[in-house]
């Protein structure tokens, strides 16, 4: 199959001819990874029993679906991804706030899932033959991972979408399968010797509803239009779209997520790790399945993020090709990954850094779904498309390419979330006022709402109108140069 050649620019109508089911095989098939089922087992570590994190999962997953969902129609009537997509409400220069933000968070979860699959690998390969646990397992075992991520990648969409279809199945089975070699030594209760993280029951509950639960959807933010792009709205509706989303964002998570709790359970992880605990208390014929898990789950998940992560600096770079910046990122990332186990606590480290900017990226979604009802999802492609190739003027110019509303609605929306966050490294001043409860998601995205419905009530729909006339795109001025057009 040849390489994708397409980046960010529009995607032809004749090319969008994957469908919503595509879309449920994306969502499955990359989430039934160790690095999302890393997330079943927080409740557990808060000191919550099976039925306590079963409900505080499904509650956070359900409401944060709902409200992620919708960015999938944006890039299904857009045709481009999301960052590109958010120009028509922060103008074609400040959607590299959407870039930047998707760069980072993409970059952020690649890392922990590789951390997580990497780990697991050495340990069920430590127990099956031998192999030893040191520094130069993890090395080579880091580096399998990166190489045959970086493969999916770089072929981009069609790989990426065969592979999600294959794993779907094939993890679904893996994960059956688990539940029947866990099931001896499984308990509802608490694991023993943990307690309530928050010293009560309901503070706790609200806690791994937010930090477990909802944090899964909020991820996708960036994400979703990178695949939905390809899907064309002449031949599938906007709700069969939201539908089909949906449905994969709470099946592709709740089901990892909830064998995280099972096993987490089963095994007596409750303290600071589950990969170890989950290798250990696994029966010996349960292991190579185990690795299968570990190793296919994490190529999966990773190269979804890593692919996402090309788009969004070809973005940043419209002078690089998707391939050359998907090269480039997955060198990052790998670097990243080594210097996360060899050098410092990486894994408390990165936990914070993604909650962070999930803090920084809740208000920039929900500016851009607003904008999107505004426009009743009708967009000027050849507009959006001024930023990268190196033109000034649109419709979506507003003050020198920046939405000065938008953008300032963002600042706030994202200084409020960041004063509400709970990390291992840095706590809100504004969790004295939720009971010590991280609900940053919830403040940012209310702060960024009203703040940007105040500063736009005269001009409520400052963008192309339901049958847009293009402005004409003038070449960008000989004094500029492309860096400052950029």
Known sequence: MPIEQRGVDTIPDEER???PRDLVSILLGSNLALGVVIFGWLPVSF???FWGSVTSLAAGTVVGAVLTAPLALVSLRSATNLSTSSGAFFGVRGRLIGSVIGLLLSLGYTALTLWVGGDAMVGALHRLIGLPS???A???VYALLAGATAVGAVYGYRVLLRMSKVLSIGLTVLLAVGVIAYLHTFHTGPVPGTS?????????WLLAAVSAGLSGPIAFITLLGDYSRYISPRRHSSRKVFAATYCGLLIGLLVPQLFGTFSALAVGAGGSDYAGPLVAGAPFWYLALLLANASAGSVGNSGLMLYSMGLD???ILPKATRTQATYVVAAV????????HFLWAAQDAMTSFVLLMTAIGTPWAVITVIGFVRCRGTYDADSLQVYNRGTVGGVYWFKAGWNVQATAAWAVGSAVGLLGVDTPFYKGPLLSFTGGIDISFVLAAAAAGIVYHLLTAKDP???APLRPVPAPLAEAPAAESPAEVR
């Not at 309530?196 to 706790?204: E, H, R, S």
């Open 47 to 49: 000191g919550l029993g």
């Open 313 to 315: 600096l070809d973005a």
């Open 196 to 204: 309530y993280a928050l010293g009560g029951f309901w503070q706790t």
């Open 134 to 136: 040191d520094g130069t």
């Open 333 to 340: 990332s790998t670097a990243l990954v080594y210097a996360g």
């Open 461 to 463: 729909r400052p963008v």
């Open 138 to 140: 993890y090395a080579v």
């Open 17 to 19: 001819t994957s469908t």
